[in-house]
């Protein structure tokens, strides 16, 4: 068998990707399916952090959270990514894969605190670590979360999962030319406006050469492959 690109890589599930066709929260046969292909990559061996997100379950109380403080509603939105953290902890678990939870908030009695060299070496004892919390801070999102525990942690590529697969060239759902990006410097997104993470998150990836690989979560085989090197999506690179 061919070995792996990579041997350590962040994955960031966005909390969306959790729901399946549901309105918000988690879709049972979804996270099962997305486990089994994240189960996949672990049992070869590759050194696996994940980062997810809160939309899921933030989209479920956002009506409440209208007109509230923006850093109020944003510690909420931390909270979410706890709560998905530990669920897919637990769905990893049922399929055989061990992992450790991390919040950079403080959650003493759920998860333990996020501790850098205490990921560093549940990696390599090749264990899963599932980053919770985002940075900890207000004003941040998950995918600049991503970017600083992919950065941190020495990780060669941050994967981003998303809905699409890949970056194109405009809009595909409103332009039939567009077309997919196999590879894309950094540089090219800025000068083509082509939105791949957050700003925070673009820059600190690009200023630490950090690639971003761009995939689809809800193609079957797309993380194995990405993982093997084959084409699937789009790279972004220095
Ligand atoms: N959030 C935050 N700081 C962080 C990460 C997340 O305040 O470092 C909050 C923010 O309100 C965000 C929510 O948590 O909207 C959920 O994160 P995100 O939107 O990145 O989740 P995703 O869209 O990937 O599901």
């Known amino acids: 068998m061919s070995e792996p690109k990579f041997k350590r ?3 960031k599930l966005s909390g969306e990707a959790l729901m399946g066709d549901d309105q918000f929260g988690i879709n049972r046969s979804t996270i099962i399916r ?5 189960a996949e990559i672990a049992k070869i061996g590759v050194e696996l952090a994940i980062v997810i997100g ?14 509230m403080d923006r850093a109020t509603a944003d510690y909420m939105g931390m909270m979410a990514t706890v709560m998905n953290s530990l669920a897919l902890q637990d769905a990893l678990k049922h399929h055989g894969v061990e992992s450790r939870v991390q919040s950079a908030l403080n959650l003493d009695q759920v998860v333990e605190p ?3 060299l ?4 549940y990696l390599d004892e090749k264990r899963t670590v599932i980053f919770a919390g985002g940075t ?12 600083l525990r992919g950065a941190e942690i020495g990780a060669e590529v941050v994967l981003k999962a998303t809905k699409v697969d890949g970056i194109y060239s405009s809009d595909p759902n409103k332009d039939p030319n567009a077309t997919l990006y196999h590879k894309i410097s ?3 997104c800025i000068s083509r406006r082509l939105e791949v993470m957050d700003a925070t998150a673009f ?13 689809s979560i809800n193609k079957p085989g797309a993380l194995k492959r990405v993982i093997m090197g084959e084409q699937e999506g789009t790279l972004v690179h220095i």
């Open 9 to 11: 890589v962040l994955l």
């Open 34 to 38: 997305m486990t089994e292909e994240i």
């Open 54 to 67: 809160g939309g899921n379950i933030f989209r479920g109380v956002a009506p409440g959270a209208q007109g």
């Open 114 to 116: 996020y501790i850098r």
């Open 118 to 121: 205490k990921s560093l070496h």
């Open 136 to 147: 900890g801070n207000p004003f941040f999102t998950t995918d600049t979360a991503a970017a």
């Open 186 to 188: 950094f540089d090219e």
């Open 203 to 215: 820059a600190l990836c690009r200023d630490q050469k950090l690639p971003i690989q761009v995939f």
